[in-house]
């Protein structure tokens, strides 16, 4: 045996354990989080299993014992870093219209842009995101007002190649949205910008939210090319964002 196949033959166990590592890591681990359920007035305890099978809910108590297959979930709204709601396909009893959610605070840990990235790949539907997922790669940033029915909240806009981020510091007013969960966006600008996004609106039935910003910089046209090409699915891939 020469040296060379023999330091292959040593080394080959530790790469292949090395290669199991990490792909069980991309493929992710259960993720489980004490939480509570909230239920109008009461709550209960327990936990919450986000697995590759799908998401289940364990409480030895009130008997609020819960499993979803991906499939079954109509869509998932992570409400902050600390609050979770899955809405499913069934009726929601004693009222007159809309799908029945549940609504889980996390006692311990927090969803992060693995999780995030975990239950886009597994619902394979658009979800709800009031939490800003910071990108590592190239973004524009500008900051911008963002309008409310009265007064608003600061922050600031961030593009990136994957969508769009809001970032205040107001509870439940920061986004990740997707291109794909983007619909629209308003007229050229350069002080203001209007998405259409996929999120449903309280306030229209079957209606989409719109966030409508002051932007506090001025919005190049390039950039509005690019958001534009991007949402209607016309980007190509050497226009990258940093390109101004
Ligand atoms: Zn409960
Ligand atoms: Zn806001």
């Known amino acids: 045996m020469n040296k060379t196949n023999h330091s292959i033959g040593t080394l080959a166990p530790v790469l292949f354990v090395l290669l199991a590592f990490c792909s069980t ?3 992710g681990q259960p993720y489980h989080f004490a939480v509570k359920h909230a239920h109008g007035w009461r709550s209960c305890q327990g936990e919450l299993t986000i697995s590759q099978e799908g998401i289940t809910y364990q409480d030895s ?3 609020h014992d819960r499993k979803w297959v991906f499939k079954e979930v109509q869509q998932v709204r992570l409400l902050s870093s600390k609050e979770l709601a899955i ?4 009726d929601q009893r004693l009222k007159w219209s809309g799908d029945r959610s549940f609504r889980f605070i996390l006692l311990d840990g927090e969803i992060t842009n693995s999780l995030y990235r975990f239950l886009l790949e597994k619902t394979g539907k658009p979800l709800v995101a009031k939490i800003a997922f910071i990108e590592t790669g190239p973004t524009y940033q500008l900051s911008a007002k963002h309008l409310h029915r009265w007064g ?3 922050g600031t806009l961030i593009f990136s190649e994957n969508g769009v981020i ?5 509870k439940e007013e920061s986004r990740t949205w997707l291109y794909s969960d983007l619909e629209s966006i308003g007229p050229m ?17 079957g209606g989409r939210a719109d966030f409508n910003f002051v932007l506090k910089e001025k919005m190049n046209e390039k950039l ?6 991007h949402i209607h699915k016309m980007e190509s891939p050497s226009n ?5």
């Open 240 to 244: 990258g964002i940093s390109s101004k």
């Open 87 to 90: 809405v499913t396909y069934e």
């Open 25 to 27: 890591a991309m493929l």
């Open 166 to 170: 809001y970032q205040t510091d107001d």
């Open 152 to 154: 608003g909240c600061q």
């Open 189 to 205: 600008n350069p002080f203001h910008l209007r998405l259409t996004t996929n999120e449903t609106s309280r306030f229209h039935y």
């Open 224 to 229: 509005y090319e690019y958001l534009w090409r």
């Open 61 to 63: 108590k009130e008997k």
